[in-house]
């Protein structure tokens, strides 16, 4: 089992950058590839980013590419997305996610989510 906990939404004006965490407990976090998803009000969850066990591999949706940088820190069981350049369009719920392979077939484990939202 892994827990994983995000952090770091919060309220922001287009154009401003975040940074989301996602915290990891339980099993060896580099033992897995992670992902970053978004769900909107009304609409489906959508694939943000993954990246690789160790980190030497990532992976975007179109939209967020040279906005978007997903990262991890094995020492610190830690995942992050650092968002710059937001538009409302980019208002979600932000969920990180464990996956046992990369490129990630199916992801085993979720977390909470994140409220990120942009306003224009």
């Known amino acids: 089992q892994v827990q994983l906990v995000e952090s770091g939404g919060g309220l922001v004006q287009a154009g401003d950058s975040l940074r989301l965490s996602c915290a990891a407990s339980?099993?060896?976090?580099?033992?897995?590839?992670m992902g970053w998803f978004r769900q909107a009000p009304g609409k489906e969850r959508e694939f943000v980013a993954a990246?690789?066990?160790?980190?030497?591999?990532?992976n975007y949706a179109d939209f967020v590419k040279g906005r978007f940088t997903i990262s991890r820190d094995n020492a610190k069981n830690t995942l992050y997305l650092q968002m710059n350049n937001l538009k409302p369009e980019d208002t979600a719920v932000y969920s990180c996610?464990?996956?046992?392979?990369?490129?990630?077939?199916?992801?085993?484990?979720w977390g909470q989510g994140t409220q990120v939202t942009v306003s224009s």
């Open positions: 990246i690789s066990l160790l980190g030497r591999s990532t």
């Open positions: 339980g099993r060896t976090f580099s033992r897995y590839a």
């Open positions: 996610a464990a996956a046992g392979t990369y490129p990630p077939r199916t992801y085993d484990y």
